[in-house]
């Protein structure tokens, strides 16, 4: 981080704005990402199969890679709570922070939901994610899935207050990747929030606790993994990230 103390940790009015304008970006952010990721779930099946799974899925990367270029400097455009504990596990937020952004990003991933909800009122599922398989087969696939999107965001991610365009292409890119071979069989949610929304509003929370658990562990589990991998160097406490799905 630069500039000097005062500017790195300010305090009073000017800390609590940054902190809503951050909480702000992460609802936000992660509203258009629910919205137009499940929505185009939900009008793929509205309309017989036009948008197609592929099309679902470069519509997760690209509202991704939209997002993280929109409002990676102000919040790092975390959009998922996984990503978020993760980079606390890593050391590039203060835990103190944690709370309030995996708020923000449930709030906004509901808000999605239930406009969709609105907007499709007899649509039985609004995008939620449900294992084609075995609730086992999923979970160890969506642990694996958000264990890959971490490295790559960890790997890439070099602050909130830049706004790097690879960077918003990488991640959007890895995760339109795993949505498109991974999909069909769980989901690939990656994510809690994106998962969470749907299934509180449609009322299929069955198999929840699978997309709740796994993205949390993978993420979680991709720290070390890369601390290894780099040779256990530490990124600044003040490092941010961008991302996800």
Not at 167 to 189: K, M, R, Y
Not at 211 to 227: E, K, M, R
Request: charged letters at 10%.
């Amino acid at each position: 981080m630069t500039g000097s103390a005062v500017a790195a940790h300010p305090r009073g009015p000017e800390a609590s704005g940054r902190t809503a304008a951050r909480l702000l970006a992460e609802a936000i952010g992660t509203f258009c990402l629910v919205f137009a990721g499940t929505g185009a779930i939900v009008v793929d099946q509205a309309t017989g199969g036009t948008v197609t799974h592929v099309g679902v899925a470069l519509t997760f990367g690209v509202v991704v890679m939209v997002m993280i270029d929109a409002l990676g400097d102000v919040s790092g455009a975390h959009l998922n709570p996984a990503v978020t504990l993760a980079f606390a596990l890593a050391g590039r937020m203060a835990p103190g922070r944690v709370p309030g952004y995996v708020l923000a990003q449930c709030a906004g991933a509901l808000a999605a939901s239930l406009l969709l909800r609105l907007l499709f009122p007899s649509n039985e599922t609004l995008g939620a994610t449900v294992p084609a398989g075995g609730p086992a087969q999923s979970l160890v696939l969506e642990m694996v899935l958000t264990w890959m999107m971490m490295l790559v965001i960890l790997a890439v991610s070099s602050g909130a207050r830049e706004r790097g365009l690879m960077a918003g292409i990488t991640v959007g890119g890895v995760v339109g990747l795993e949505a498109l071979f991974a999909g069909p069989i769980s989901g690939a949610s990656m994510n809690p929030a994106r998962s969470l929304a749907p299934a509180l509003v449609s009322g299929r929370t069955a198999e929840l606790w699978v997309y709740l658990v796994a993205p949390i562990a993978g993420a979680a589990l991709a720290v070390p993994c890369f601390h290894a991998i780099r040779g256990g160097r530490q990124e600044p406490a003040a490092a941010s990230c961008r991302c996800l799905r």
